[in-house]
């Protein structure tokens, strides 16, 4: 009986410990029950059933490499690729080798229900939707005496940090909304203006590069998750603060419109830092009201966090790595095996 046969491809591994390889790491834990799974930067020619590339671009080598292997120029067997932000977002538009994985893959897959909006109209026919997962947590009782808004990521352009210290700056008369900031300075000058802000602003502080379980903890804690990325494809964040019970106050943008729905209370303008202090303000007037936004943020959230459970990620990945596989594997049974 034959195992299926699964190759990820990832463009950093586990030193790196980034969001790709994180999504690597756990899909490989998830298809071990029903395939025999690898992970590599890399393909190197070795057969395999289906390979499972994250990022067109950063992958594009070894996208293509398959792609002659199986002797096509389009929709190759097997090849599912995995488009995060920066590539679903940017690299598409302009990237010769990121518009030729497009071509190359069987299927397209997104992290976010707008995503499939992003790619040209030619293609959408092969887009997948298989949202990400994060581990519920218990939902902290939290104090009415002040709000807590955390925003998690490093300080780069993409994440628009500039928008939090403009936000923080507008609240300086208001002692009773904290606000902090988790990320490493990958932008020097962003690094500065953080450090300006706090030594301006006593109710902001950057904490800097804090440890995973550690900023779980602190989204589990805030009242509020602040999100003013001008690019995400899906944030991770996201799902972690809704699965944690914390509303999420997010830039209207398609990333995060596909993770939280377009009906949501929270958004406001991306670099509008006055309208992320409304909201701000708006959630800690009426924080102690069922009624009031506060209330309805958190009941939206709950309504959302049934797509991000591990469950369904699982689900929606093997049914993919299924729909990859050679027909002739279709009706053989997979066995428990696994090597990552």
């Given at each position: 009986?034959?195992?299926?046969?699964?190759?990820?491809?990832?463009?950093?591994?586990?030193?790196?410990?980034?969001?790709?390889?994180?999504?690597?790491?756990?899909?490989?834990?998830?298809?071990?029950?029903?395939?025999?799974?690898?992970?590599?930067?890399?393909?190197?020619?070795?057969?395999?059933?289906?390979?499972?590339?994250?990022?067109?671009?950063?992958?594009?080598?070894?996208?293509?490499?398959?792609?002659?292997?199986?002797?096509?120029?389009?929709?190759?067997?097997?090849?599912?690729?995995?488009?995060?932000?920066?590539?679903?977002?940017?690299?598409?538009?302009?990237?010769?080798?990121?518009?030729?994985?497009?071509?190359?893959?069987?299927?397209?897959?997104?992290?976010?229900?707008?995503?499939?909006?992003?790619?040209?109209?030619?293609?959408?026919?092969?887009?997948?939707?298989?949202?990400?997962?994060?581990?519920?947590?218990?939902?902290?009782?939290?104090?009415?005496?002040?709000?807590?808004?955390?925003?998690?990521?490093?300080?780069?352009?993409?994440?628009?940090?500039?928008?939090?210290?403009?936000?923080?700056?507008?609240?300086?008369?208001?002692p009773d909304i904290f606000i902090d900031h988790i990320g490493e300075a990958l932008d020097a000058e962003l690094g500065a203006q953080a450090q300006a802000c706090a030594a301006q602003c006593p109710h902001y502080r950057w904490l800097g590069g804090v440890p995973h379980e550690a900023t779980r903890r602190h989204i589990q804690r805030a009242h509020v998750l602040v999100i003013a990325s001008r690019m995400e494809g899906g944030a991770h964040v996201v799902m972690e603060a809704v699965c944690s019970g914390t509303p999420v106050l997010a830039s209207k943008i398609a990333g995060n419109v596909g993770m939280l729905g377009p009906d949501y209370a929270g958004y406001f303008e991306h670099g509008d830092a006055q309208g992320l202090v409304q909201l701000l303000l708006r959630c800690r007037a009426d924080q102690a009201r069922a009624t009031g936004l506060y209330g309805q943020l958190q009941a939206q959230c709950a309504q959302r966090a049934p797509l991000f459970a591990p469950a369904t990620e699982q689900a929606a990945l093997i049914a993919l790595v299924h729909d990859l596989l050679p027909s002739t594997l279709h009706n053989e049974k997979a066995h428990p095996h696994a090597s990552a």
């Open positions: 009986m034959k195992y299926p046969r699964v190759l990820i491809i990832s463009p950093a591994l586990a030193g790196a410990n980034n969001g790709n390889w994180q999504t690597a790491w756990r899909w490989s834990r998830m298809l071990h029950p029903v395939c025999e799974v690898s992970i590599a930067q890399s393909w190197n020619g070795e057969p395999f059933d289906v390979m499972l590339a994250l990022h067109a671009r950063r992958s594009a080598d070894s996208i293509a490499q398959w792609a002659r292997a199986k002797g096509v120029s389009a929709d190759a067997p097997g090849l599912g690729v995995v488009l995060t932000g920066t590539d679903l977002y940017r690299d598409i538009q302009t990237d010769a080798s990121a518009q030729a994985s497009l071509a190359y893959a069987q299927r397209l897959v997104v992290l976010q229900e707008c995503g499939p909006d992003a790619l040209p109209t030619a293609l959408r026919h092969k887009a997948r939707v298989i949202f990400q997962s994060a581990t519920p947590r218990e939902t902290v009782v939290k104090t009415g005496q002040h709000l807590r808004a955390v925003m998690v990521g490093h300080l780069r352009d993409e994440k628009s940090p500039q928008t939090l210290f403009a936000a923080a700056r507008l609240l300086q008369h208001h």
